[in-house]
């Protein structure tokens, strides 16, 4: 059933380009073959999803294909023609459901915020200052994230089993929808894209770096390399725009905070000590924990956008509003949330950062959070497994340390 799933998601990215972010086993027989049409590859997941549910597999293991496929079959019908609702393909892409977020919460985030930001001027001007402050000039980027992957790669080594040897080429880009892309070249190697059109503080710079290196996605590629199993080739197979993209963007998400711990303000502003930026890390720290609480911010425009009709400026006015970002920040959201293929790829972050901070607060007293985190990379598991092996009571805001 895994051979199944793996040939059956590499014939769809040859009519779904960039569904495979990696895959890092052996090309299956036939992969020169002419391209199925998209209602072939549709029955033919159909068909797998129904023998993986009749199959003797472990329930987790069972749980994680059959989520996958769901994606699969939901990405094929689009690309036949169908046309779903959006929460609908949100629920099949990423195994979850959404709803617009809490304005008291957003409001309670401003309050952090203007806790954290003290002075005169509305908070929007406040923290449009600090902003600038700490921002890292874009002929700087290069070489602060240079000094943070440094920094990052010995703890990652030392608490995650990093392999030895592994390494990782920064190049930076412009006129990308995203702020930074992870691709892995193979053999513990990995191109790192640093998007310099949108602004980056020090500490989301830490963030950032960690998200995409130590202990994010090119940790995650390492370990799946290192720890391939002929009997588990669908740890080797890492697919957009399915409940493993939720997880793993929220995994790397956290990844500062699990590495680093709750220091990571001045750990950052000691590292960037030789760097000529400006850091405020604990004033910094404390900005981009009340940002956090804002991030489902984004995945409301898109809700307004693609499931409730609202006009392009209703979701500007949105964003504007509670994130208190600039127009040209705003424009840049809602080119990502209205890209063809990134509209629904928000939630990953969004969802996944709360999820995987659920499960990461709700481990045992005798579990280092650094083993539970790496239980994740390990034993691939779908977004319901999550849910159902999280205590209700644990709610957000909690700390991982």
Same mark, same amino acid.
């Given at each position: ?28 027989? &036939? ?48 690309? @036949? ?37 003290? &002075? ?80 980056? &503080? ?47 963007? &929220? ?31 604990? %004033? ?30 209703? @979701? ?27 509209? @629904? ?48 009571? %644990? ?7």
């Amino acid at each position: 059933m895994a051979r199944e799933y793996v040939a059956l998601a590499l014939a769809c990215d040859r009519v779904l380009p960039g569904l495979v972010d990696d895959y890092l086993g052996p090309v299956p027989s &036939g992969r020169a073959d002419a391209v199925p049409p998209p209602t072939a590859l549709l029955a033919r997941a159909r068909w797998l999803r129904a023998e993986i549910g009749r199959s003797a597999l472990p329930a987790g293991r069972r749980g994680f294909l059959d989520r996958q496929v769901v994606a699969l079959e939901c990405a094929l019908r689009r690309r @036949a023609g169908a046309t779903l609702g959006y929460r609908d393909e949100v629920r099949a892409y990423f195994d979850i459901d959404i709803t617009l977020g809490e304005p008291d919460r957003y409001r309670a985030a401003h309050a952090r915020l203007a806790e954290a930001l003290p &002075g005169t001027g509305s908070l929007e001007t406040r923290l449009a200052a600090h902003r600038e402050a700490v921002r890292v000039p874009p002929g700087l980027v290069g070489p602060a994230a240079q000094r943070l992957i440094e920094a990052l790669r010995g703890p990652a080594r030392a608490e995650l089993g990093l392999p030895t040897g592994d390494s990782v080429q920064l190049e930076l880009v412009t006129g990308r929808p995203w702020s930074a892309f992870h691709r892995y070249l193979g053999g513990h190697r990995s191109r790192i894209l640093l998007n310099t059109d949108i602004p980056v &503080g020090a500490t989301q710079l830490a963030r950032l770096i960690a998200h995409e290196v130590y202990p994010g996605h090119h940790t995650e590629r390492c370990r799946a390399e290192s720890g391939s199993d002929p009997t588990r080739p669908e740890r080797g197979l890492f697919l957009a725009n399915t409940p493993q993209s939720l997880l793993s963007e &929220g995994q790397a998400d956290l990844g500062l905070e699990v590495l680093v711990g709750p220091v990571w303000g001045s750990w950052t502003e000691s590292v960037l000590g030789e760097v000529p930026v400006t850091v405020h890390g604990e %004033v910094a720290m404390r900005v981009d924990r009340a940002m956090a609480e804002l991030m489902a911010v984004r995945q409301d425009a898109a809700l307004m956008l693609h499931d409730l009709g609202a006009p392009e400026e209703a @979701a500007r006015d949105h964003l504007r509003r509670w994130l208190l970002l600039p127009e040209g920040r705003v424009a840049q959201v809602l080119g990502f949330i209205t890209h063809p293929r990134w509209r @629904a790829y928000t939630t990953a972050y969004v969802e996944g950062h709360r999820l995987v901070r659920r499960w990461l607060a709700a481990r045992t007293a005798e579990e280092a959070v650094t083993e539970r985190y790496l239980r994740l990379y390990d034993e691939p598991r779908s977004p319901s497994a999550l849910r159902a092996a999280t205590a209700p009571a %644990v709610t957000e805001p909690v700390n991982l340390i």
